[in-house]
């Protein structure tokens, strides 16, 4: 049944990243209308929180170990190099919001109506975003993964990986809880970026990849200077008086550190949705 004092559309998008831009612009495009709703920065998790922040920090961080490698080929001043991270992550963070801008304006030129808030399932057909419903014939679910936190005692007091972008000054020494990729990878960007690093992985680094690359890369993160303990799970983060932290360990270890990352999975993000008023 039509809700009457619901909007109507064609085409209902939950979700303004990679998957819901694309489909809901080439629906636009085929004459649809169009409604894109949106409850974070508009480009999703790889714009703002992921590949594009992540890349360029990779290049950095890339460009920081290559100078130093050049060191044994007769460049001089290497040693002098230094990194004034504050002055980076406003480049980079300028860099996200013109992408943001980018996308806004591609939005209002295609004519989709966008949303910003959160939407929740009223039933199959409509969501609703604060008072107002929206009722689409066809409702697509683009809303994207969540950082997840993990159910420790003092998962509290550390980061995720959404955070990571919102750090303001590079602590000296950093504890990553986590082996998949993303874990790996800021692990390796805060050592090239002279920051002390200790990986704290379950069993083993990328799981699922092929032990040979695995067993490369455990040799070029110990060159880099990342710390990697294996078969080492967490049992929980407790804090100190002058804010320092410690990771303690099931083993009975305890690893003090000024930051502790937590990149152990991103599952997806329905929570908000209310799907059970739905059949999905």
């Known amino acids: 049944m039509v809700d009457q004092a619901a909007q109507q559309f064609d085409y209902v998008v939950i979700g303004a990243g990679s998957g819901g831009m694309a489909s809901g612009r080439r629906a636009q495009a085929l004459g649809k209308s ?75 030129k295609a004519g989709i109506t966008y949303v910003k808030g959160t939407a929740s399932f009223v039933d199959d057909k409509t969501v609703q975003v604060g008072d107002q419903k929206y009722t689409g014939t066809h409702v697509l679910i683009a809303s994207g993964s969540t950082p997840e936190s993990g159910t420790f005692e003092g998962q509290d007091l550390c980061m995720n990986s959404d955070d ?5 000054e590079l602590p000296k020494h950093c504890v990553v809880i986590g082996g998949g990729y993303i874990g790996v990878e800021m692990a390796q960007i805060l050592a090239a970026f002279g920051v002390k690093v200790t990986l704290v992985v379950r069993s083993i680094i990328l799981r699922f990849v092929d032990r040979d690359i695995i067993e490369l890369l455990m040799t070029t993160m110990k060159q880099l200077g ?27 270890e305890s690893i003090a550190c000024d930051k502790c990352l937590v990149a152990v999975g991103r599952p997806p993000n329905v929570e908000p ?7 999905v």
């Open 34 to 108: 169009v409604c894109m709703i949106e409850n974070r920065a508009i480009g999703g998790t790889c714009v703002n929180v992921g590949c594009v922040p992540k890349k360029v920090m990779f290049n950095l961080a890339n460009f920081l170990e290559e100078a130093h490698a050049m060191e044994g080929y007769g460049v001089g001043g290497i040693s002098g190099l230094n990194l004034d991270f504050p002055a980076f992550k406003a480049k980079r963070d300028a860099y996200v919001l013109r992408l943001n801008g980018i996308f806004h304006n591609n939005v209002e």
């Open 226 to 252: 990342v710390e990697v303990r294996l078969n080492s799970p967490h049992e929980n983060v407790t804090a100190n008086a002058d804010g320092s932290l410690n990771v303690n360990l099931k083993s009975g």
């Open 273 to 279: 949705l209310a799907l059970n008023n739905t059949g």
């Open 164 to 168: 990571f972008f919102q750090m303001e």
